[in-house]
Structure formats: structure tokens, C-alpha cells
């Protein structure tokens, strides 16, 4: 389904969540009308009313009604998570209709099931971009930068620091990644190793070196995918890392077991969400470096908008920007199927460079 004339059709699933609340208010800045829909008819009924929008509400349960769901949608910006749940009905459905699917997942392996099935995706004649968020827009933009000034990178080490706090959502999803594990791309596959397993102190510019430690990110994946490197670590500034990374066996099987997930789902109900205030207070930094076989390489950071609002703005703008200018059909990371400076187009994106220029690393 592709309407090439007027402003794209596109449809905000989990639109009542902390993410989807933001891009609906987003979508109507950039003067579209989106769809609104989740699982919840009451919840999409609210979320709809208050903008004087459509309802759309469908449970992803049924593929054959999703699917006719999105019968005349060009694009779904998929918000509900944890994606390692809802990405596989929302794709199938997408599939089926014809639709374009962009989600903003930072799930390593989600990541991974998506890339595998660029292959239906192009039969299909759509286009597939997980992590149009701050996941992973930034540091696909670093390392493709980087990788077109080093041609013979094998690897990469790549970081997200993000401020000003998480949504609900962003926290079940990271508890719901330490008890999957932690993954890096060795010898080009994905490899499982222990959560925090290496730590680095990194430059991000003006005079702020930032400790981080080992986590699965989309970035093991999409580097590999979108650029051929077979080394991939992904990183973020976590608490402990010595402790983290001692504990990682047993962190899983709590994290894993069902008394953990009711403990941990009651802490993250009374932990507050960021204000508006917040996140116009705050900013994210992404950070990456490739390095040839023999070490040597360039490392680049960027520093965007509050996680959250860029995650919006991102996601909007490439809906806007996948039917203003249609990519291949398949699977792809963002700066390859939007284009190398996506991220430099997105309005409100708030992007400043803390040393301009690659640096030798």
C-alpha cells in the first residue's frame, strides 16, 4: 500500500503509552492526522478523543485483522513494547497489507529477527526500519559516517548515554534484556557473553569523559547488517559495572523468574516518568568508534534532544521522509534506507557535534 500523493497514512500503535503519547502530539505538529491504535479500545477511545482523531484499536493476537487493519495505511510507527513481544504479529501484519514498518525497539534481538527477514520484506515490496528512536538513529548516523572515512573497518565499539531519566516501558524492556543476556557480533555472529563483560572510560567531548560498560544494543546488529563489520560491542553508562558484571548469572535468573518480574514490574510502576520540564532540560549523547584489523580507526560522538523527544521527532520525520522519498523494499538500518544525513534533517532534533571532526582512536 503506498499513497505517493498528500501526507503519508500512517498509524501510531501503542499511541496511549509514554513513546506513542509523544509521537502522536509530534505527528500532529508536522500536520498529520495518524490513526490511533493500540490493544486497549478504551485507552486508544481517549487518546483519539482528546486530538479529534480516528480510533483504530485491533489486538495483534489476530494476524488476518491487523492486517485488514492496515489495509490502507502506507506506514506503521509500532510503540508498543517490549518489541521482542510485539514485533513479530506487527510485521506479519505489515507484511500482509503492504505496509511499511517502522518501530523504535533498541533490542538486540529484535533487531536481529527483522534483518533476517529482509528477504519477505522485499517480496512484500515494503520497507522495514527498526530503532528509528535514539535507538539507534545517532549511532547509525556515527558509524556510517565513520565507516565510509575508514573503508576497511572490521569492528566497532558504539554508546548510548542517555539523560534525564526512562519511561515505564524502557525499564521493563532493560529487565527484560538482562534476563536474555548480553550479546556482542564476533566473527561476524552474534555471540552471548556476561553482562558489563568490558568497561571503557569514553571522550565525548568538552572535557566529559564518560565511564560505560558492556549491554546488548540494536547497534550489534545493524552495524553488522548495514556495514559488513563482524566486531561489534554496544555500551551505556550503567551503575556498578564491576558488580553488575559479577552478578550477571544470577541478575539473569531473577530478572528471568516470575516473583523477580512481579518485584521488579511493582519498583517500576512508582518510578516517575520524565516531565516536560526534564526533557526539555536534558540531552542524549551517541558515541562510536571503527577500528581497522590492526586496532587503529576514529571515533566520533553526537549529542541530540532529550532521548524521548528526539525518539518522537525521529520517528515522525521518517515516516514523512520514507513516503516523501520510497526506499528499496527489505530490511534496513535508518541512515541506509533514509539516508546518510537523516539525522541531520530531523527538526527539533537539536544536534551539535562535541568535536567536529573524527578523531584518531
Known sequence: MSHLDGEPTVLIYGAYGYTGELVVAEALSRGLRPLISGRSAERVGEVAARHGLTARPFDLADTDDAAAQLADVDTVLHCAGP???????????????????????????????????????????ITVIPGVGFDIVPTDHLVARLVGAVPDAVGADVAMISRGGFSRGTLRTAVDGIARGNLVRSGGELVAVPHAHRALTIDVGRGRPVGVASTPLGDVCSAGHGYGLTEVATFTAVPLSPVVRALSTPLRFVTASGAGRTVTDLVIDRIPVPDQATRDATRSTGWARVYRADGSGLSLAVDVSNTYAFTARSMVHAAITLHARPAPPGAHTPANALGADFLLSIPGGDISWPFPEPRPA
Open 83 to 125: 518489541f521482542v513481544h510485539t514485533y513479530e504479529p506487527m510485521l506479519a501484519a505489515c507484511l500482509a497489507s503492504g505496509t511499511n514498518y517502522l518501530d523504535v525497539t533498541g533490542e538486540t534481538q529484535v533487531f536481529a529477527a527483522i534483518y533476517a527477514r529482509h528477504d519477505d520484506a522485499v517480496r512484500a515490496g
